[in-house]
Each structure stands twice: as structure tokens, then as C-alpha cells.
């Protein structure tokens, strides 16, 4: 699977951004998809994950309560809402895909270790400016 993510940009501290991420082929439900990101100096950590069907999401505490991942299966893509954004989320997002095994379990919990994950898309820059 190929992934390419898109919607970062700068925005003011207490500002909204979305990001999205779209997936190629057509086996997107087969995959759990995460969110990550990476600030300069700082190693890539998790952020947010959602399982295939998308009943299961799991955050990092960091980003609990402001942040929302989705995805819609029929359009290959997932998706990371950010609100309340604060200085400290700046960094570069990245999305990422981890398949599940064909067939695929009928539940999977998502994964929040980037190990797991085997495709990544290019990475979209968020800049918070307090």
C-alpha cells in the first residue's frame, strides 16, 4: 500500500487543523492505520490509531480529548482532526498502515508502537505558533 498525507500547514496556538491520508489499492480495510509524528531533535512517537473498522481508536495521552482519527474504508482514507493545537504539537505527521493478515481477524486492536507498522507516507509539517 502506498500512502500519501496532506493537510498540514501553521496555524496559531488554540487553532483547528485536519490531516488526511489517503491509501492506494484495494485492501485498505485490511490494514490498522496509525498517526505519528516527529518534531526536530525528537524521536517519531505515536499519536493516534484506529483499528479496521474503525470501533476501536486509541490516543496518546498528550493529544487525548483534542485529537480524533477516522477513516473511511470506501474512500481509502484516514483521517486526524486536531483541535486546541498548543506550540508543542508542531512537528512532522505521518500516517502509517499496518496489515492485519489475509483474512483479515474479525477484531484487532490498534497499535500504538511504530514498529508494527510496515508502510509509512511521506510525512505533512504542522507548525503551532503560541
Known amino acids: 500500500v502506498q500512502l500519501q498525507a496532506s493537510g498540514g500547514g501553521s496555524v496559531q496556538a488554540g487553532g483547528s487543523l485536519s490531516l488526511s491520508c489517503a491509501a492506494s489499492g484495494r485492501t485498505f480495510s485490511s490494514y490498522g492505520m496509525g498517526w505519528f509524528r516527529q518534531a526536530p531533535g525528537k524521536e517519531r512517537e505515536f499519536v493516534a490509531a484506529?483499528?479496521?473498522?474503525?470501533?476501536?481508536?486509541v490516543y496518546a495521552d498528550s493529544v487525548k480529548g483534542r485529537f480524533t482519527i477516522s477513516r473511511d474504508n470506501a474512500k481509502n482514507t484516514v483521517y486526524l482532526q486536531m483541535n486546541s493545537l498548543k506550540s508543542e504539537d508542531t512537528a512532522v505527521y505521518y500516517c502509517?498502515?499496518?496489515?492485519?493478515?489475509?483474512?483479515?481477524?474479525?477484531?484487532?486492536?490498534?497499535?500504538?508502537?511504530?514498529?508494527?507498522?510496515?508502510?509509512w507516507g511521506q510525512g505533512t509539517q504542522v507548525t503551532v505558533s503560541s
Open positions: 502509517a498502515a499496518k496489515w492485519l493478515g489475509s483474512p483479515r481477524p474479525s477484531t484487532s486492536l490498534p497499535s500504538t508502537s511504530l514498529h508494527e507498522y510496515g508502510y
Open positions: 484506529t483499528s479496521w473498522s474503525a470501533g476501536i481508536t
